[in-house]
């Protein structure tokens, strides 16, 4: 169970953060920019928030509940210690860019650029 405090908690972050820029954020904002950091793709805040903190969300379910699933889950054993840790890394680099969408869509100048690649 304490391996999935860490990330809940981000994931949660990630909610609340989103919920309290949520009045200040634009109706519409960029959720998708292209290797020059250009948005070239858009939703409306609610569909921003519910788009980005669902693919968190189903990223944990998918990643913390495969070995359950798996044939060979025996072998689980051997690197869940490197497992968590590649769980817990993308659902930061997801939190990341949820607050580098936010900061954008509330007028701060982020640069994209040299974020998205």
Same mark, same amino acid.
């Given at each position: ?13 990630t909610?609340?953060a ?25 939703? *409306? ?5 519910? @788009? *980005?903190?669902?693919?968190?969300? @189903? ?14 889950k ?7 210690? *490197? ?35």
């Open positions: 169970m304490k391996k999935h405090v860490f990330p809940l908690s981000v994931t949660l972050l909610l609340v989103w919920l309290i820029a949520l009045p200040h954020l634009p109706a519409t904002m960029p959720i998708h920019w292209g290797a020059n950091g250009e948005a070239d793709g858009f939703a *409306t805040k609610i569909n921003a928030m519910i @788009l *980005t903190v669902g693919i968190m969300a @189903l990223i944990y379910f998918i990643i913390a509940f495969i070995p359950r699933i798996d044939p060979r025996e072998n689980y054993k051997y690197f869940s210690k *490197t497992y968590n840790i590649l769980l817990n890394a993308v659902l930061l680099l997801f939190f990341f860019i949820n607050m580098s969408t936010i900061l954008q869509g509330l007028g701060y100048n982020v640069p994209m650029s040299y974020i998205v690649p």
